[in-house]
Nanobody, 124 residues
């Protein structure tokens, strides 16, 4: 069982930066080898893959490439999302996910465990 707790969301102006954190507890190390950030921009919408990280590298969604950076600190058991040059369209609830079960690393159905989310609001 993995528990994920996101933090760092808030309200910012377009062009500013924000860093999201996801602290996790894990029973088996394999459950957090691959992790990812997703976002949901409106209730009822499918979660969009933002960024993913695993031992071999990182993946980014097209809409955030060059602006967002995913990283992790295994000693602290934390996953991060550095968001630079944010835009109003980045407004969303952001979720941390872990335990990739295969398939597209930016597809929500590829992950088993989810946090509750942290809200990011970007105003123009």
């Amino acid at each position: 069982q993995v528990q994920l707790l996101e933090s760092g969301g808030g309200s910012v102006q377009a062009g500013e930066s924000l860093r999201l954190s996801c602290e996790y507890t894990v029973q088996y190390a394999g459950e957090t080898v691959a992790m990812a950030w997703f976002r949901r921009q409106a209730p009822g919408q499918e979660r969009e893959g933002v960024a993913a990280i695993y031992s071999g590298g990182t993946f980014y969604g097209d809409s955030v490439k060059g602006r967002f950076t995913i990283s992790r600190d295994n000693a602290r058991r934390a996953l991060y999302l550095q968001m630079n040059s944010v835009r109003p369209e980045d407004t969303a609830m952001y979720y941390c996910a872990s335990y990739w079960g295969g398939g597209d690393r930016l597809r929500p159905t590829s992950y088993k465990y989810w946090g509750q989310g942290t809200q990011v609001t970007v105003s123009s």
